[in-house]
């Protein structure tokens, strides 16, 4: 097979494209052909840099954190699947063998992509447990973007904050990957009224497109203004920010109101942000910080996706020898869109 192998951490040229021995399924474990993974700026870019030295990474590795495509070979003792299955699989999993049904595995987990080889080839095998299946009617691409940030998104805003209908909450980076799919989910799926902001014109604009209510550039206007002008000096309920922003977190937390809730799974852009105490316990409001996700969620979101609740936004679909391009890309402008890798593209 082809794949995308890091010999040494460095530029995003020490990603070589190149043969590989066909992987083989461990009993428990299928083999899928990829058709899309993701490439993620801290999983992928950061780790590729060197910086991420503390999870494990040993090169010669294989990153990509999470794949999409169809089941193309099956190990021992495994039934729940079938050669030609359209299935996805991302995150941390089991290392040693495990058997499909097993509820009970203590042995050592990881990621894939880090702790066992991703998805940055053409073929890759995974637990059967650790595998989800796919809707027939949502693309491989699409469903790889879903899988990367959807279920974190829902897990944020439906298990934390427990968004309601009719509650307000103002989502900040109304551009960026969870941003985008976190004002799809409050609108589409919950039913809230949504704020999107941002820190241009253009990029809070797309927030408008993907259903927000309401749209505002902190870079020109006054965000908390602008946010009690529309909540009728209510304020918001609920509060979602993946950046950390040091400049605009502390004004979009002033327009928290009563019983409000803050959650989080980033903080790229901090981590350390300055906030009101007073107003903290003023208005009682929680703040819960929560990365990852349930599995329970994903069959939710991937057919939320699958009905067209949920638009993944694809900047990019490139083929699997030019990972090194999708590196610099991913360098060069942080903010865009997801950038895909189809290893089936030529």
């Not at 551009?175 to 976190?182: D, I, M, P, T």
Request: include cysteine; hydrophobic fraction near 45%; charged fraction near 20%.
């Amino acid at each position: 097979m082809k794949a995308s192998v890091i010999h040494q951490f460095g530029p995003p040229n020490v990603l070589t494209y190149q043969d590989m021995p066909d992987p083989e399924p461990r009993a428990g474990e299928i083999r899928i052909k990829v058709h899309a993974a993701t490439v993620n700026r801290v999983l992928d870019v950061a780790v590729r840099r060197g910086e991420q030295r503390h999870r494990g990474v040993v090169p010669p590795f294989i990153l990509g954190v999470d794949c999409a495509g169809i089941v193309d070979k099956i190990g021992a003792g495994v039934t729940h699947w079938k050669l030609g299955d359209h299935v996805a699989a991302a995150g941390t999993m089991p290392l040693d063998i495990v058997a499909e049904d097993e509820k009970s595995y203590s042995g050592p987990k990881g990621m894939m992509g880090i702790k066992r080889q991703g998805g940055f080839a053409e073929l890759v095998c995974v637990p059967s447990i650790a595998v989800n299946r796919l809707p027939q009617n949502l693309s491989f691409h699409e469903a790889a973007v879903v899988m990367r940030h959807c279920p974190t998104a829902w897990n944020l805003l439906v298990n934390i904050a427990k968004l309601k209908k009719g509650e307000w909450v103002l989502i900040m980076g109304a551009s960026g990957n969870l941003g985008s799919v976190g004002i799809q989910i409050a609108r589409n799926v919950i039913g809230a009224n949504v704020i999107a902001t941002a820190g241009s014109r253009a990029r809070a604009d797309i927030g408008l497109e993907l259903g927000a209510h309401h749209a505002i550039d902190y870079a020109t206007q006054d965000l908390h203004a602008e946010i009690m002008k529309i909540t009728e000096g209510k304020g918001v309920d609920v509060l979602y920010d993946n950046i950390a922003n040091p400049k605009i977190l502390p004004k979009a937390f002033h327009t928290i109101g009563m019983n409000g809730r803050l959650v989080t799974a980033g903080a790229h852009g901090g981590p350390d942000v300055m906030i009101d105490f007073f107003h903290l316990y003023d208005k009682r409001i929680t703040i819960r910080g929560m990365p990852g996700y349930r599995e329970e969620d994903l069959p939710t979101c991937f057919q939320a996706a699958a009905d067209g609740k949920i638009k993944v936004k694809i900047a990019h679909v490139l083929p699997l020898s030019k990972a090194a391009e999708a590196h610099r890309l991913m360098e060069s402008d942080p903010g865009m869109g997801k950038i895909v890798l189809d290893p089936t593209m030529g």
